[in-house]
Every structure is written in C-alpha cells, then in structure tokens.
C-alpha cells in the first residue's frame, strides 16, 4: 500500500516552544492530508483537513493560529504547534489521500510530550 | 454532534477463534466506512473498507458487514492470531464531507 512518512516520530519540547510536525505521502501526490490527535486510550480526533495551496479547514474547538497547517506541496504538510503547553502532549496522527473517494493512509504518528 | 460508536470496549478471545468487532453509526448519510487496526503507539493501519452500496466485503480472514437499516457495521476476523491483538476503529466518511470520523475504538485481546 501507499507509505505515509511523519518525522519526527518523537519530540520533547519545552513549554511557551513551537514545534514542526513533518507529514508526506511517499510514492502518490497527496491533494488532501489530515490532522489527528490522539489522547492515551482514546480515538482519533480531526482536527483540521488541508488541501495542497489552500488553507486548512479547522474542526471546532481548534485553535488555528495556535495549530498552524502549511500544505504547500503534493507531497508534504506540516503541523506547527505554537506556544506549546503540556496540555499539548498528544500523539499527532497524519493521514494523506491522493483524491476523494479514494483509500486514505495514515502515517505512524508523532509523539509530542512539552515540559 | 455526528458520531460512531461501539458496543465492547474490550473484546478477549482464544487463537484460532472468530472474532466479531461491532460499530454502531449514527449518520445516515455515511457513504463509505473503514476499518482499522491500531497497535500501541503506531498509526491506524487500514483493514478493509465498504461502501453504502454493498452489505458485504471480504479481503485475507477478514469479512466487513453493513447493515444499513440498523446503522450497524462489524468487522469479522476469522481464524484470530495473537499478532491480531490490537485496537480496531470503525471510521465513516459523510457524504459531501471530505473527512473520516473515527469510533471510540474496540480493544481485541487473543490469548493463545
């Protein structure tokens, strides 16, 4: 199957920091990526849909200017956390989708712990 | 808000059992679901999928059931190995909505 890469698996990062989250599809061109977050023993929430050139589509209750998504190629989004807090601590899941209708993938995930 | 659900949050069976993992949704408008398999501390892995145009899709010892009028979705797995031990979610995609909305997810336990 299709191969969605995030780096870096795990970071650790001190409080009131931004961190970069790394998303890309391997071997197809990705017209939209997903945003997910996970919490310990819970399912994966949305938090934001990106299409390449466009702005993100945020899901309600998600900061945009504090979770800032950059879609500015085929192959590669990013997922910046800003002023990052401990509450900020999740595992970011990505998943990337070559057209609509068609299977998404997901990548391995990136741990965030902030100190 | 839209959701999708399931009935056992911990399922625990012997190898070589069948296993069947549940999912209620609550969307009518759901046209295509997924399921996927999540070990710890990785991304979900695709299992098998199913429009809203089928009730049935089987792949390699795993069968997806959709029960339409109900709003029911299951996953079965048959034959279940140990290396099956993970956590399945059932995810919909809403139709003129182009994002997945994941279950609460299904802990599947084999004891060999």
């Known amino acids: 199957g299709a191969v969605v890469s995030q780096h870096p698996s795990w970071v650790i990062c001190k409080s009131g920091t931004s961190v970069k989250i790394e998303c890309r599809s391997l071997?197809?061109?990705?017209?939209?990526m997903f945003w997910y977050r996970q919490f310990p023993k819970q399912s994966l929430m949305l938090m934001a849909t990106?299409?390449?050139?466009?702005?993100?589509?945020?899901e309600q209750g998600v900061e945009k200017d504090k979770f800032l998504i950059n879609h500015a190629s085929l192959t590669l989004s990013t997922l910046t956390v800003t002023s990052a807090h401990p509450e900020d601590s999740s595992f970011y899941i990505c998943?990337?989708?070559?057209?609509?209708?068609?299977?998404?993938?997901f990548g391995e995930g990136s741990w965030l712990t902030v100190v | 808000g839209e959701s999708v659900g399931l009935h056992l949050p911990t399922l625990s069976v012997q190898e070589g059992d069948n296993s069947i993992i549940n999912c209620a949704y609550s969307?009518?408008?759901?046209?295509?679901f997924i399921w996927y398999k999540q070990e710890s501390g990785k991304g979900p892995q695709f299992i098998i999928d199913?429009?809203?145009?089928?009730d049935k899709r089987q792949g390699q010892r795993v069968t997806v059931l959709l029960n339409k009028t109900v709003k029911h979705l299951s996953l079965q797995i048959a034959a279940t190995q140990p290396g099956d031990s993970a956590v399945y979610f059932c995810?919909?995609?809403?139709?003129?909505?182009?994002?997945?909305?994941f279950g609460t997810g299904t802990r599947l336990l084999v004891s060999p």
């Open positions: 990106s299409n390449e050139g466009s702005k993100a589509t945020y």
């Open positions: 071997d197809f061109q990705a017209t939209t």
């Open positions: 995810a919909e995609n809403i139709r003129g909505f182009q994002k997945l909305v």
């Open positions: 199913i429009r809203s145009n089928m």
């Open positions: 998943s990337a989708q070559l057209n609509s209708g068609n299977t998404i993938y």
């Open positions: 969307n009518s408008a759901s046209d295509y």
